[in-house]
């Protein structure tokens, strides 16, 4: 799959999962079947990705640029949190559980834990973002690796004479 295609899935997964962190934003239905429907691509993203996380973590104790420890360590936890969020949305569901003829009544701790790995989600999926934007950049076009190379400044002895 081509990095622009990757990046396409990604930023569709992206998009879903901010639509659908407000129920009030699209409704309560919209909310928890766009949250079902956004389970395959993200099982996608890990899949695609599977080859980079297991390389990181076999490293992890050796010795890694920072951002590569903190990528796995956001990574790690925004895949726990999500996995939460769903999970916990399925045991709030009013709509999806309804349409196959169960019914719950969401407790107070289903509830609290939905809400705190909501807002945890997106926190971590918006760092998560910032994190790859320089890939964002590259792959849209944005930035090429030559104009990543900085210029170096010719160098003034103390004599004047440039080096």
Known sequence: MSART???LDLGVFAALLAAYNPAWTGLAVHEWLSIAV???LLLHLIINWEWTVRITTQFLDRLFHASRLNLIVDTTL???TVAV???GLMVSQVVLATFGLAVTPGAVWVALHAV???TTIALLLLHFVLHASWVAKVLGLKSARSQARPVA???TASGARR
Request: proline share 11%.
């Open 86 to 88: 769903m999970l916990s």
């Open 79 to 81: 895949f726990v949190s």
């Open 39 to 41: 389970i395959v691509p």
């Open 117 to 119: 790995t909501a807002d």
């Open 6 to 8: 990757r990046l396409f």
């Open 154 to 156: 010719p160098q003034v």
